[in-house]
């Protein structure tokens, strides 16, 4: 195989006369991000939401304005919440998507998006809130940030597992 020296240097590396030249940043160890980005809204998701007697609730109150858009935005209005609530507090649909965007919003549409905002809590594992349950499942929903969300996660112990089994000389042994 033969390389176009104009262009390529030994075994097809760029010529020299073509090279960046590398900066501090590129050599330095790649930075942890500030933040973890938020877990992505999946299709399956959605299309779970959409066939599902929520999905079809909403689409029977806003009839074709229910799409995968909206849902998107209902989210991404949700998300960034996520990060800011007090664990010790119950927040509603209205709280999570922030108080001003809600009020702007017809009752409607208010209502579906707590409907799908409960789809994703109860259904997904995106976002890492639990919902209080009602006997009869109606009225307003509260949700709460999850234990598990807030704690660190255990580290592994010797044997390898991450939850030991101690029951005298059998120490980790399944």
Request: charged share 20%; aromatic share 8%; hydrophobic share 40%.
């Amino acid at each position: 195989m033969e390389f176009d020296t104009q262009t390529t240097g030994p075994q097809g590396a760029p010529a020299a006369s073509q090279r960046q030249p590398v900066t501090n940043a590129e050599t330095a160890a790649p930075q942890q991000p500030e933040h973890m980005d938020p877990p992505v809204l999946t299709r399956a998701a959605l299309v779970a939401f959409f066939r599902s007697w929520r999905g079809k609730r909403c689409r029977s109150l806003i009839g074709n304005r229910a799409t995968v858009r909206w849902a998107r935005t209902v989210y991404a209005h949700v998300v960034p919440a996520t990060a800011k609530l007090d664990p010790k507090r119950k927040v509603t649909a209205g709280d999570l998507f922030g108080a001003d965007d809600w009020n702007g919003l017809r009752r409607a549409y208010q209502v579906c998006a707590g409907i799908f905002i409960a789809f994703v809590v109860s259904s997904t594992d995106l976002l890492p809130l639990r919902m209080h349950k009602t006997r009869s499942g109606k009225g307003t929903k509260k949700y709460w940030l999850h234990l598990k969300a807030l704690a660190p996660m255990p580290s592994p112990h010797p044997c390898g597992t991450t939850n030991p089994i101690n029951i005298g000389a059998m120490s980790c042994q399944l």
